[in-house]
């Protein structure tokens, strides 16, 4: 496949999506999780939000905006584990986290597959993903969209949609804001009705009936869906050359 700047890979529109999911946040902490995430923030870093304080996902916040699997990284300050927690609860954050299931309703999954008695599956738990959705602004991204990932209703709720929040709620509402779902195929956001999922844009080459198919549960559509935006120049550069030159997002979106 040619590298020219005219040959945008898919994988590149995730990035840039990922990217614009953090573009207006301003100063806060930018919390990516996972290969793509990271690549996103960084990009949003370097160009719509130089403000965003990020880490190497670990123990450190930096500086400087490295490529990714860089080991030598500028390091501006140290961030312990526990102290993690307090940024958590303050709420100066937006964390893009995975997900093995994300239904109608803004709920995710990342703990077990079936019932909560007899699993079929047994994955992470649900890990820091209630105290991240009921905190801080929440995002999500879906390397493989399916009707096995987009369901009508999650195997078990470990990240907390608006409804639930909700009923549950001031204390667990006041900060919950499931901002995007960003997925190789669309990007997603909660603004059907009474807060589900709707198609906020499509991945060129994909169609709105393409995603809906890959779906397990209706999504909304407002209008008419466009396609999810291109990188600029000046984006690809960035990518190609000072993000990821070892080309490790196409692994997790390949060509």
């Known amino acids: 496949m040619s590298d020219s700047l005219d040959t945008v890979t898919r994988s590149e529109v995730c990035a840039v999506a990922v990217a614009d999911a953090f573009a207006d946040d301003g100063e806060i902490f930018g919390s990516p999780m ?12 370097l160009t719509s939000n130089p403000d965003l304080l990020i880490s190497d996902s670990e123990s450190l916040f930096l500086s400087g905006v490295p490529p990714l699997g860089q080991s030598r990284e500028v390091v501006e300050g140290w961030i312990p584990f526990p ?13 893009m986290m995975g997900a093995t299931q994300v239904d109608k309703h803004g709920n995710q999954n990342i703990s077990c ?11 992470l738990g649900v890990r820091g993903a209630p105290g991240n959705t009921v905190n801080n602004r929440t995002s999500y991204w879906i390397p493989k969209h399916s009707p096995r990932v987009v369901v009508e209703q999650v195997d078990m709720v470990s990240g907390v949609g608006p409804a639930r929040a909700a009923a549950a ?5 006041r900060f919950n804001d499931i901002h995007r779902i960003v997925t190789n195929l669309a990007v997603l956001d909660l603004e059907g009705p009474d807060r589900t999922l709707r198609i906020r844009s499509v991945h060129p080459g994909v169609t709105v009936d393409e995603v809906q198919e890959a779906s397990g549960c209706e999504l909304a559509v407002t209008g008419d869906v466009p396609e999810s935006r291109l990188p600029t120049t000046e984006e ?20």
């Open 169 to 173: 709620g001031p204390a667990a509402s």
């Open 34 to 45: 996972g290969l793509m995430p990271m690549l996103g923030v960084r990009l949003a870093k």
């Open 236 to 255: 690809l550069v960035l990518i190609r050359e000072m993000l990821d030159p070892r080309r490790l997002r196409e692994k997790e979106v390949p060509s």
């Open 83 to 95: 102290k993690v927690f307090d940024v958590v609860a303050y709420g100066k954050r937006h964390v």
């Open 113 to 123: 597959i079936g019932d909560w008695n007899h699993p079929k599956r047994q994955l």
